[in-house]
Each structure stands twice: as structure tokens, then as C-alpha cells.
């Protein structure tokens, strides 16, 4: 067993993209993990503590105040719907939909860094077998079968680029699908939340109640 570096000199000069590759999709994964991590919440208590606020205590303002105590895409988008009530059902949705978009842009920022590095950490290894090859069989034309170390050294590079850039592709292919499903469920998470805003909105209006906007008492 040979030390890192040994191993890339070994592999020749397409080990440096591979390491470059890996270092910015490990990067990427890391940061990754703790965004969303830091996004997700108790979504059923926290739709409860909106559901309260709106139909018990009758304040869009507290309902906007549990909205800011929280964190991620639903309490975003929660937010942006209860800031336009009182407005057309048109312009509510509206509102949800371009916060529901602006969030997601932010949930997925670093996934396509993570699936380039997936799917090009493989070739840059077979690039890696091409050219070990061509420099094992460049020297067997120069020295023919006196020097096996020759040859054996370019199949060493083939074989070691061709391992390195699988080792590297598989953690991030599961990155990217694990944090894909993750997403997706926050995407679940948002349209649930916001459908039952929508309704609740639709109750108020149809039993006459008038949320106060302050947070005062609102009247009858």
C-alpha cells in the first residue's frame, strides 16, 4: 500500500482534475448537508401553530411572527402568502408561487456541481486508462519485453485513474440522489403548507372573520 501522494504521482496527470473535481463536489456535498439540515422543521406543529393564530387568535401578524421564528422554504413561503392577504386569491397565489420558486432555487444551488462531478469523475478516469495505455504500449514499442516495469507502470496509471474516478463518481451520485429526495420532500412539504393556507383564507372569508393585521383584537 502505497502513501495519497504516491498514488497520484503513480496515476500520471489526469489524477490532478480528479482530485480538483472531488475537492469542489466534497465541498459542495458538506455545505449541502447543513443548509438543509438547518431548513427542515416539525411541519405539522408548525401548520398548527399557524392554523391557531389565524382561526383562534384572528392575527395575520402572529401568524407572520411564528413565520419568522422559523427557518427553510416553508415558513419563506408561508410567509410571502400571509403577507398578501386581503388580496385577490390571484395575487396570493402568485406571491406563494414566486416565493415557492426563489426558495427552491436556493434548496437545489450546488446539485448540478454535485452531478458534473458524478458523471464526469468516470471519464476523466477512463481519459486517465486511455493515456496509461498509450504510455504501456509506448514503451513496449521503445524497449520491448526487456523492461516489463515500463509497461507495467503505464497499466499501473490506467488501472489507478480508472479506480480513483469511480471511488469518487459513487459517494457523489448518492449525494445527489439523497439530497434530490430531501428537496422533493420540502417541495411536498411547501404544498401542503401553502394549500392549507390558501384554505384557511378561504374560511375566514366565507365565516366573515377579519384577522388583525397588528395583532389587536379583531372586531366582529
Known amino acids: 500500500m502505497g502513501t495519497f501522494w504516491e498514488y497520484m504521482d503513480k496515476g500520471g496527470p489526469v489524477m490532478w482534475p480528479i482530485l480538483i473535481f472531488s475537492i469542489i463536489g466534497f465541498?459542495?456535498?458538506?455545505?449541502?448537508?447543513?443548509?438543509?439540515?438547518?431548513?427542515?422543521?416539525?411541519?405539522?406543529?408548525?401548520?398548527?401553530?399557524?392554523?391557531?393564530?389565524?382561526?383562534?387568535?384572528?392575527?395575520?401578524?402572529?401568524?407572520?411572527?411564528?413565520?419568522?421564528?422559523?427557518?427553510?422554504?416553508?415558513?419563506?413561503?408561508?410567509?410571502?402568502?400571509?403577507?398578501?392577504?386581503?388580496q385577490p386569491k390571484e395575487d396570493v397565489e402568485k406571491s406563494i408561487e414566486n416565493a415557492a420558486m426563489y426558495e427552491m432555487t436556493r434548496l437545489e444551488r450546488g446539485?448540478?456541481?454535485?452531478?458534473?462531478?458524478?458523471?464526469?469523475?468516470?471519464?476523466?478516469?477512463?481519459?486517465?486508462?486511455?493515456?496509461?495505455?498509450?504510455?504501456?504500449?509506448?514503451?513496449?514499442?521503445?524497449?520491448?519485453?526487456?523492461?516489463?516495469?515500463?509497461?507495467?507502470?503505464g497499466i499501473s496509471e490506467a488501472l489507478i485513474t480508472t479506480a480513483a474516478g469511480l471511488i469518487i463518481a459513487i459517494p457523489m451520485q448518492l449525494a445527489y440522489n439523497f439530497y434530490t429526495s430531501r428537496i422533493n420532500k420540502f417541495v411536498r412539504d411547501v404544498e401542503t403548507s401553502t394549500n392549507m393556507l390558501i384554505e384557511t383564507f378561504g374560511e375566514m372569508d366565507r365565516g366573515g372573520i377579519a384577522p388583525a393585521l397588528a395583532g389587536e383584537p379583531a372586531k366582529a
Open 27 to 86: 465541498a459542495f456535498i458538506f455545505e449541502r448537508f447543513f443548509a438543509l439540515r438547518k431548513s427542515k422543521i416539525n411541519v405539522n406543529e408548525f401548520l398548527a401553530k399557524i392554523r391557531k393564530a389565524l382561526m383562534v387568535n384572528r392575527s395575520v401578524r402572529d401568524a407572520i411572527k411564528i413565520c419568522e421564528q422559523y427557518q427553510g422554504p416553508v415558513a419563506s413561503v408561508m410567509k410571502a402568502g400571509l403577507l398578501k392577504y386581503g
Open 111 to 153: 446539485l448540478p456541481v454535485i452531478a458534473t462531478t458524478a458523471n464526469i469523475e468516470p471519464l476523466l478516469g477512463f481519459l486517465g486508462t486511455v493515456t496509461g495505455m498509450i504510455n504501456s504500449f509506448d514503451a513496449l514499442a521503445k524497449q520491448g519485453l526487456s523492461n516489463p516495469g515500463a509497461v507495467a507502470a
